[in-house]
């Protein structure tokens, strides 16, 4: 990797006045990947002034690193108060963060989360409610949230980045994370993946929009992304340097976030396949899958679909009405409740007004020769990535995580409406192609 986009380099540039106008600095302060990296959880709790821990951790973390760590507070006369949730899938909902929350005792001045995922992102929340230092033992190199400020959750069954606190510090043993499950590994991967289409995306939405966008914090996430895609096939033997790559292209991506200030830079349209999804399976007892595993078949989907949008424009195609009451009606029929948040969005969101629909088609006509470059350069293969994912042994389709492909339409057209930010549905949207795309992903 890139030596000065590793996690150290970037936490270790401090605050920086960056030439996109923002102050950048990594909220995260300390990242430290090694062996026996549990041995260190006390000193790094001190390092923060706590003096007991609320320590967040499920039956397979407990086993994988929260023993261990435990273990460390103990013989380090560290008090503790663990909060321990069952074995079953966690859903990062209002339960799993109440359920943190009650357990809470008001001696403890420091957060620990012993896991990933759905934990990390609990542990964030309440600590930003306690305005607690927070530190988070890593068990999986499964997401990118470990150094972001955002926790991604399902509130009122809409799918939502909201602000918590980034980890103080996040600590990590490269044979732990080689020991989690595939699963995991594939997760992480997958998660990563997503980039190509987020700083593609992010790059057309500045054009098209004119919202923010850093080169800095660009070049971090493709420095992460590099670094990922190095340890891939690592990741079949369960080598415990590529789990390590992996897991500092994913903190590198948290940081990237955070120096943004938005999730923009990290999650696109891929991602927005993944909400939905969680969404119908929080709302409607339907199938889904790890975050990641999601984002890797949704970042299929989305190379596909800019795959069908260049065929388009090159060949030449007469642009669609769109109905905006008829698509509204099959919204709230394929998204049940998990959709009124959505519904009630379309009513006032940017991508509805005509005056502002016009504005945006203005520049995509005006700008579309720099669009399209900005696609070839950023994103990678539909083939290539197709190949890699199936040498892995990961799942290629929504088939393979229980949903069936019939959805796959629904799904892209929905991606537009979860919130306000451009993607590859609300390009095809404001080129009249929508249904054309959706038709064949």
Not at 233 to 243: H, I, N, S, V, Y
Not at 264 to 276: A, C, D, K, L, M
Not at 328 to 341: F, H, Q, R
Request: charged share 25%; glycine share 8%; aromatic share 6%.
């Amino acid at each position: 990797m890139d030596q000065n986009y590793t996690a150290a380099a970037l936490i270790g540039r401090g605050e920086f006045a960056c030439a996109c106008g923002k102050i950048h600095k990594a909220s995260v302060k300390y990242a430290l990947t090694q062996k026996n990296a549990a041995n260190e959880l006390a000193a790094c709790v001190r390092r923060f002034g706590g003096t007991k821990a609320f320590v967040l951790a499920d039956e397979n973390t407990l086993a994988a690193a929260g023993e261990a760590a435990l273990a460390n507070l103990k013989e380090n006369n560290i008090g503790y108060t663990l909060c321990l949730y069952p074995g079953k899938r966690m859903e990062p909902d209002e339960r799993t963060v109440g359920r943190a929350a009650l357990y809470y005792t008001g001696d403890c001045d420091i957060i620990i989360t012993v896991g990933s995922g759905v934990l990390n992102d609990t542990g964030k929340i309440i600590a930003g409610m306690k305005n607690l230092p927070y530190i988070c033992l890593a068990t999986a190199p499964s997401m990118d949230g470990y150094a972001s400020s955002t926790s991604s959750v399902i509130r009122d069954r809409l799918k939502v980045s909201v602000n918590s606190r980034c980890p103080d510090a996040v600590l990590a043993d490269p044979a732990v994370l080689a020991a989690a499950p595939k699963r995991m590994l594939l997760a992480g991967l997958g998660d990563m993946l997503a980039k190509y289409v987020s700083v593609c995306e992010w790059r057309i939405g500045h054009i098209v929009t004119g919202e923010y966008y850093c080169e800095e914090v660009a070049k971090a996430v493709r420095a992460a992304l590099k670094a990922c895609m190095d340890g891939a096939l690592g990741l079949l033997k369960k080598d415990e340097t590529a789990a390590a790559a992996v897991m500092d292209g994913l903190i590198v991506s948290g940081v990237a976030a955070d120096w943004a200030g938005v999730s923009r830079p990290v999650s696109g349209t891929e991602h927005y396949f993944s909400h939905i999804w969680d969404m119908r399976a929080a709302a409607m007892g339907t199938s889904c899958d790890l975050h990641g595993i999601q984002c890797a078949i949704g970042t299929l989907k989305t190379l596909k679909g800019y795959g069908v949008l260049k065929r388009l424009l090159k060949e030449g195609y007469t642009p669609e009405a769109f109905d905006k009451a008829a698509w509204l009606k099959e919204l709230a029929a394929y998204m049940g409740s998990a959709g009124e948040t959505m519904l009630k969005n379309a009513e006032t969101c940017d991508l509805y007004n005509p005056e502002k629909q016009r504005a945006r088609q203005k520049n995509v006509r005006e700008r579309l020769p720099e669009i399209m470059e900005i696609i070839e350069t950023e994103l990678p293969a539909y083939d290539e990535i197709y190949a890699l994912l199936q040498t892995l042994g990961a799942p290629l389709g929504p088939e393979d995580i229980g949903i069936p492909e019939s959805e796959t339409a629904v799904c892209f057209k929905a991606t537009k409406d979860i919130r306000d930010k451009y993607i590859l549905s609300s390009l095809a949207y404001d080129l009249g192609c929508l249904n054309r795309i959706a038709a064949e992903i």
